[in-house]
């Protein structure tokens, strides 16, 4: 069965620090990958997909993930983080063709920037 | 424009109860899913309809059930409530069936077991 890993349950960084998000799934055939990241009191909302092509990722509000075949790994990025930015980010993975509707999602990693 | 709108926001059942959860996609989207989250966890899937045919089952037991209707509304209902039954249930919308695109998330339905 598919299965997704977050490393992080909770990642603390002060404002302007680079952020990496570990995120793998376990899936031998061809995948859809998400972000999808949750602001404190709102709705789940899209970050970025990879569906083909450039594995370099590049999502909203200046985050991007690279998808990495070889070691399972779809990790999420951003150079500098703002308090903002605080909130749950979520990765989740569908199996190529398969129902939209059917995303395995991880656990979750909540990040917190301090001001 | 209207988002996902579920309702109700918050309820509290006793063990042994049937509850109804709603949703209304966004205008145009015909595929409704719908989603547990527990305290901690990551959502998991619970069903998805696609023009009112149920197109994917996650793995609960078949004390969930869920239809939509001809408007592409959504209902989940679950019977016999267990104190495990508390979570936070979320339902998602889509314009497409396949994994194509993006699935705009409601804000939820919380639902406390007692």
């Known amino acids: 069965a598919q299965s997704v890993s977050q490393h992080n349950h909770h990642v603390i960084l002060s404002e302007a620090a680079s952020l990496e998000l570990g995120c793998n799934y376990s899936?031998?055939?061809?995948?859809?990958l998400f972000w999808y990241v949750q602001y404190p009191g709102q709705h789940l909302q899209l970050l970025l997909k990879?569906?083909?092509?450039?594995?370099l990722v590049k999502g909203i509000k200046g985050f991007e993930a690279e998808f990495i075949k070889s070691k399972f790994s779809f990790n999420l990025r951003k150079p500098s983080v703002q308090w903002s930015d605080t909130a749950e980010y979520f990765c989740?993975?569908?199996?190529?063709?398969?129902?939209?509707?059917?995303?395995?999602f991880g656990k979750g990693t909540k990040l917190s920037v301090k001001p | 424009d209207a988002g996902v709108t579920q309702s109700p926001t918050h309820l509290i059942k006793t063990r042994g109860q049937h509850v109804t959860l709603r949703c209304s996609p966004i205008?145009?989207?015909?595929?409704v899913s719908w989603y547990q989250q527990v305290l901690g966890q990551g959502p998991q899937f619970i069903f998805q309809?696609?023009?009112?045919?149920?197109?994917g089952r996650g793995n609960f037991p078949d004390r969930f059930s869920a239809r939509q209707f001809p408007n592409y509304s959504s209902e989940l209902n679950v019977n016999a409530l267990l104190l495990g039954d508390s979570a936070l249930y979320l339902c998602?919308?889509?314009?497409?069936?396949?994994?194509?695109?993006?699935?705009?998330f409601g804000e939820g339905s919380r639902l406390t077991v007692l």
């Open positions: 998602a919308s889509s314009s497409r069936d396949r994994a194509t695109g993006e699935l705009f």
């Open positions: 899936y031998g055939g061809t995948v859809n």
């Open positions: 990879y569906f083909s092509g450039d594995p």
């Open positions: 989740a993975v569908t199996n190529y063709g398969g129902s939209q509707g059917n995303l395995i």
């Open positions: 205008s145009g989207h015909k595929s």
């Open positions: 309809y696609y023009e009112k045919e149920e197109r």
